[in-house]
């Protein structure tokens, strides 16, 4: 008995000192994280502190009032920047991704809700009002030249919003032209804070920064058009800006915010924008049919043609088959659950729109789509038309056999 109570204590204590050891070691452990997390804030306040003196030498732009960094973690910004944004907009996107469906931008399996939770997961930074946000498992505040250059996109935004007035923005063309405008300039700006920058890029700090960032965009898993058209403000804007630069400075740059893009077709060839050359307003269709409800009016631009067509065909092709683009006004119908979309192209050239109209039907072919008329196919459960008269274009699509598809079918002109 007294032996197997000696055995007890000498357990018991070994519990102890292990119980006893683990609580040091977890102390130490935060105490660690402590010390890691006030060293990480310091360093990017060091740096941003640097840059914030160095903008508006470089932008000629004056900041008119204070600017504060705020760190956040993904879990923080996924909540904030995405599922109450996306809750907040349901609606919209719920009819975003019936129309990204419709044209086959998307498979059917793909929620765009889900798709803009993970986009705004994958940020990692962000300005607001009088903020400038970084994301902390994406951020390196180590790495100098690339935190700066962070940090230089992200004032330039607080000096566009500070200086610039935003105009209205009515339709995705628009939206895109005018991001486009705004990241290029941000885009180019903080380019130029580097460009003096005396400290090298240290090569392993760098490939662990993107590995942490491209890892996780890439394993979203976001179908590659949507991809696309979340990065086209980045992929057009800088060298749209870099254009205007070239023209004039950062004048002839300001002067864009009081004459902004107004299409992506401006954005993706400078030269149309510098020589002014705008675009058609084009006139819906009249609606053929009763019953329906219009949800959402649109112009979709000519980089929105692009992805939709190098979706399922080469990017010569569909390059070429998009160019041509001088206008456009897609209308989307609802009924009970049923959809039907107009969708009224113009072209620069009557050779413009012939070519358009054969590449669309080779985006027919590529989606197997079975031919139930001239002009008229049926692929995944929706019935698409298209006529050509002229300079435009016209593309009905439905999930009925409707009257409105069926008088447009019907018609002499038809994909070349």
Not at 221 to 245: C, H, T
Not at 378 to 390: H, P
Request: net charge negative; hydrophobic share 40%; proline share 4%.
């Amino acid at each position: 008995m007294f032996k197997a109570g000696k055995r007890l204590a000498g357990a018991c204590i070994i519990l102890i000192c292990i119980v006893f050891g683990l609580l040091v070691a977890y102390r130490l452990s935060d105490l660690l994280r402590v010390r890691e997390d006030i060293e990480y804030r310091r360093t990017a306040e060091a740096v941003f502190s640097d840059v914030l003196r160095e903008m508006e030498k470089i932008r000629g732009l004056p900041f008119l009032g204070r600017v504060e960094l705020e760190i956040v973690e993904v879990s923080w910004v996924r909540e904030n920047w995405g599922w109450k944004q996306v809750e907040a907009a349901s609606k919209e996107i719920e009819i975003e991704e019936r129309i990204y469906k419709a044209l086959f931008l998307i498979p059917e399996n793909v929620s765009l809700q889900e798709v803009k939770v993970q986009q705004a997961g994958a940020i990692l930074a962000a300005s607001w009002e009088d903020k400038v946000y970084i994301v902390k498992e994406y951020f390196n505040p180590y790495d100098k030249p690339k935190a700066k250059e962070t940090f230089a996109h992200e004032l330039t935004h607080i000096l566009q919003g500070r200086n610039f007035k935003t105009p209205e923005r009515r339709n995705h063309d628009e939206k895109q032209a005018w991001s486009a405008l705004i990241e290029g300039d941000a885009g180019l700006t903080a380019k130029e804070c580097i460009k003096t920058e005396e400290d090298p890029i240290n090569p392993s700090a760098l490939i662990l920064a993107q590995k942490a960032s491209f890892s996780y965009i890439y394993a979203l898993k976001i179908p590659d058009s949507m991809m696309r058209i979340w990065l086209f403000p980045y992929q057009y804007g800088e060298n749209f800006v870099k254009a205007l630069y070239a023209k004039g400075g950062w004048e002839r740059v300001n002067q864009a915010y009081k004459e902004p893009p107004q299409t992506t077709e401006q954005i993706m060839h400078p030269e149309k924008y510098v020589e002014g050359e705008w675009y058609v307003e084009v006139e819906a269709p009249p609606l053929n049919a009763s019953g329906w409800t219009s949800a959402k009016t649109d112009r979709l631009g000519e980089h929105f043609i692009l992805v939709m067509l190098e979706t399922h065909l080469p990017t010569g092709e569909s390059a070429e088959a998009a160019e041509g683009w001088n206008g456009d006004n897609l209308i989307f119908y609802e009924k009970e659950n049923d959809y039907m979309f107009t969708w009224k192209i113009l072209w620069d050239t009557e050779e413009d729109a012939v070519q358009f109209s054969g590449t669309f039907a080779d985006m027919m072919r590529a989606l197997d789509a079975e031919e139930l008329a001239m002009g008229l196919w049926k692929v995944r459960g929706e019935y698409i038309s298209f006529k050509r008269d002229g300079l435009s274009t016209l593309i009905v699509g439905s999930t009925t056999m409707s009257h409105q598809i069926s008088m447009v079918a019907s018609t002499k002109e038809n994909p070349d």
